[in-house]
């Protein structure tokens, strides 16, 4: 399976593989523990008193809640259009194979906090690259634009996801060259996301997670291994977090590398991190929703918006 190793570091031209894969935006709006489900109280209930001489209830005043700010929010979230910005950032010259980087930047997308393997939302696809003579002037026959590293290993500064995708040119192309860059954007779009909380006493247990089949196959000091089975598991195992209790509050780290591959009819997923932990999170999306963008970029930045 392909393994993806976290850096803080831009990647080098060869390197595209190599990207942390983390995100500081937003908050997991409910959890499920072993598949028993944990929801929020009622705000709207209300104790009701009583005098304490009559004991009759109080005449007292409903205690309406206001959400005139939270419609707002929320018409302004679904008025709020992605966007996908694309730069022509840094040339390569290498000789044999010179290279570009796209820097992508995407606003308008809100996902949970760490853990969301970010190497999944955005695709790049490169269809042709013309110089002035309306030459194609891309190398799609390079190892390099093999799909694995169409993906675009994206951070988060929590206004925005950002990454860098390494587009290869045939032997002697110059940036000067570059005149026309034509492609599509594919961001995918995870949604109803929940949490899924695991122990070493659930080892060998299997539990259904959003109608995946779970099965916590290993679980050590610094690393777990699960098996996953269902409709789209690839895609829909979104991530996991490693939590621990032996601070006075619960800290939570990132996996270090994670890995994928394929046993027989069950995906197997594992987590490698820096520290001893004492139970994991994993992120588990209901639903995916893929949209398709096609663009041509003829100076040196522009911005799709998605439908």
């Not at 970010?118 to 002035?132: A, C, D, P, V, Y």
């Not at 621990?244 to 591959?261: I, K, L, V």
């Amino acid at each position: 399976g392909l393994m993806y190793l976290s850096s803080q570091l831009l990647p080098s031209p060869t390197s595209m593989s190599m990207m942390s894969h983390s995100s500081q935006m937003g908050s997991i709006s409910s959890s499920n523990t072993m598949g028993m489900m944990h929801r929020p109280l009622n705000p709207n209930l209300v104790k009701s008193e009583t005098d304490s001489e009559t004991g009759l209830p109080l005449e007292t005043t409903p205690q309406l809640t206001d959400h005139s700010s939270e419609k707002s929010a929320q018409t302004e979230e679904q008025d709020h259009k992605i966007r996908v910005s694309l730069t022509q950032d840094n040339f390569w010259g290498d000789d044999e194979s010179p290279s570009l980087w796209l820097k992508a930047s995407i606003t308008g997308i809100s996902l949970p906090s760490d853990g969301i393997d970010l190497g999944k939302i955005l695709r790049i696809e490169i269809s042709g690259i013309t110089n002035r003579d309306g030459e194609n002037i891309y190398d799609s026959q390079s190892q390099m634009e093999e799909p694995f590293f169409q993906n675009v290993n994206l951070q988060s500064d929590k206004s925005r996801l950002h990454g860098i995708r390494n587009v290869h040119l045939l032997k002697g192309s110059t940036m000067a060259d570059i005149i026309t860059i034509k492609g599509v954007l594919i961001v995918t779009l995870p949604a109803e996301i929940e949490t899924f909380t695991l122990s070493s006493s659930n080892i060998g247990k299997q539990f259904e997670a959003q109608a995946l089949s779970v099965n916590l196959r290993t679980m050590e000091s610094r690393s777990l291994t699960i098996e996953v089975s269902g409709l789209d598991a690839r895609r829909r195992l979104l991530g996991a977090v490693a939590i621990s209790d032996s601070s006075p509050e619960a800290s939570t780290q990132t996996p270090r590398s994670w890995g994928t591959t394929e046993n027989g009819d069950r995906l197997r997923f594992s987590y490698d991190f820096d520290q001893p932990f004492d139970r994991a999170e994993l992120y588990v999306a209901n639903q995916i929703d893929e949209k398709h963008n096609s663009f041509s970029l003829t100076q040196k930045s522009a911005v799709i918006e998605l439908d």
